[in-house]
């Protein structure tokens, strides 16, 4: 199986910053893309910033120049470094990762969230 677990949620008042982490373990054999998603209450979960395994990276339009999206492929990890943050990115944060596992069978999967809050 494999394990996606990320970490750095929290609560930040606007305009401040936190970094989130998602290590991906289990038995794989490669990750392709892997990206960030978020779900604030009432909406649908939506597309943050994903990158490849080569660093290409896109984002969306709403957290343009204030988030980074990085990767360490030794780590099988990502980080998204959130600047600038305001109330309107308060939601649920989440990893996914595209694997090629030991099985040779490619899936998606998702971490369990974590909570991102930004105070006005």
């Known amino acids: 199986q494999v394990q996606l677990v990320e970490s750095g949620g929290g609560l930040v008042q606007a305009g401040g910053s936190l970094r989130l982490s998602c290590a991906a373990s289990g038995s794989i054999i490669s990750i392709n893309t892997m990206g960030w998603y978020r779900q604030a209450p009432g909406k649908e979960r939506e597309l943050v910033a994903t990158i490849t395994s080569g660093g290409g990276t896109n984002y969306a339009d709403s957290v343009k120049g204030r988030f980074t999206i990085s990767r360490d492929n030794a780590k099988n990890t990502i980080y998204l470094q959130m600047n600038s943050l305001k109330p309107e990115d308060t939601a649920v944060y989440y990893c996914?990762?595209?694997?090629?596992?030991?099985?040779?069978?490619?899936?998606?999967?998702w971490g369990q969230g974590t909570q991102v809050t930004v105070s006005s």
């Open positions: 996914n990762a595209d694997v090629t596992r030991l099985s040779r069978v490619r899936a998606n999967y």
